[in-house]
T-cell receptor
């Protein structure tokens, strides 16, 4: 299994500001994933982050709003830019084992409240 | 377009009895299915998975059944324990993109002592 640490665990932010969420993994992984869970909703994939290349965004998510960095094989950041109350969600990073029978491991999440 | 659906928002079960959580999917490309358990303020924790080449996988108190023709899977927990009370998410992935998961809406399981 992988140990994934996310920072911050929670934050309350003013609208119009930006927040950067950090994700640190205890082992090298090829792909890292960022998810969002809006209140009362399911988890939705935002983007896939590979080291050395631009992140791949899912439909409905754009780089200008959610810029992602992946400087090495154990670390990634997600920035939520120009926040509005609609961005209030739990943001989670995850990694997989890179094997066929994969199971994705998740960080504890960052609970963001935008006021 | 909800490709993975959990139609029961909640389930209440007596301790010691069986809990059955259901999940349906629509995308024929999905060939790997997972169940996660989530407590408040924590990330999802992997429970059990099943590949499309199988129709059953068992791990202790947890068993997952897959019916490919019906595009339906279920998670059985026997016997249920109060500590099992949490939100359960069904998730699916495709061979072309393992690690990218599509989640259902979740089912809140409450196990009463």
């Amino acid at each position: 299994s992988a140990v994934i640490s996310q920072k911050p665990s929670r934050d309350i932010c003013q609208r119009g500001t930006s927040l950067t969420i950090q994700c640190q993994v205890d082992s090298q992984v090829t792909m890292m994933f960022w998810y969002r869970q809006q209140p009362g909703q399911s988890l939705t994939l935002i983007a896939t982050a590979n080291q050395g290349s631009e992140a791949t965004y899912e439909s409905g998510f754009v780089i200008d709003k959610f810029p992602i960095s992946r400087p090495n094989l154990t670390f990634s950041t997600l920035t939520v830019s120009n926040m509005s109350p609609e961005d209030s969600s739990i943001y989670l990073c995850s990694v997989d084992r890179g094997q066929m029978n994969t199971e994705a491991f998740f960080g504890q999440g960052t609970r963001l409240t935008v006021v | 377009d909800q490709q993975v659906k959990q139609n029961s928002p909640s389930l209440s079960v007596q301790e010691g009895r069986i809990s059955i959580l259901n999940c349906d999917y629509t995308n024929s490309m999905f060939d790997y299915f997972l169940w996660y358990k989530k407590y408040p303020a924590e990330g999802p924790t992997f429970l059990i998975s099943i590949s499309s080449i199988k129709d059953k996988n068992e791990d202790g108190r947890f068993t997952v059944f897959l019916n490919k023709s019906a595009k339906h899977l279920s998670l059985h927990i026997v016997p249920s324990q109060p500590g099992d009370s949490a939100v359960y998410f069904c998730a699916a992935s495709a061979r072309t993109s393992y690690g990218k998961l599509t989640f259902g809406q979740g089912t809140i399981l409450t196990v009463h002592p």
